[in-house]
């Protein structure tokens, strides 16, 4: 076990809880921490991890939560690319319901989708030529573009095969 020692000569109480899962965990945690913010001893309350990465399950919550807390920017889950990617798809799925003016353009958001699940994006080329023959079936609904798609025989990155 790695030994710790702190800079500050301030008593302190430490405490080392085992879960089984780390929802349990979270749990224990998000309760600690809203009893200690209850308390008016306690404005600011500090969670640690091993790793970097330990600390991001604690920020959904927190947000989830509207507990405030400060990640530095590089640990911040909200400004990562990752949760940018996340919300366009999000959004992607919330438009798919709705119609008239309020409506996406399906083709773009196939082809947002297309961009998250080949390796790969799309060249330059290969989208003019999709997005062209999408458009040729002027779909008013993702679920249209979808179909559309599995017709495709052009180029996507090199080979189609089948479709």
Known sequence: MKQVKSAS?????IET?????????IDY???TVNSLLEDENYRNVAIIGRKRSQIIPYQIVFASESIP???AEDLNVFLSEAFKELREMLAIKARMKLKGI?????????????????????????RKQ??????????????????????????????????
């Not at 809880?17 to 965990?25: E, F, N, T």
Request: glycine fraction near 6%; charge should be positive.
């Open 102 to 126: 309020f409506a996406s353009d399906p083709v773009a958001d196939l082809l947002k989708l297309c961009d998250k699940i080949k390796r790969f994006r799309l060249s330059w080329e290969e």
């Open 69 to 71: 807390f400060y990640a």
């Open 29 to 31: 945690v998000l309760d």
């Open 130 to 163: 999709l997005r062209n023959y999408l458009e040729r079936f002027n779909p008013s609904s993702l679920e249209e573009a979808s179909l559309a798609l599995r017709r495709y025989r052009g180029p996507l990155k090199r080979t189609r095969g089948e479709g």
């Open 9 to 13: 000569r301030n008593e302190a109480t």
């Open 17 to 25: 809880v085992l879960v089984d899962h780390l929802s349990d965990g």
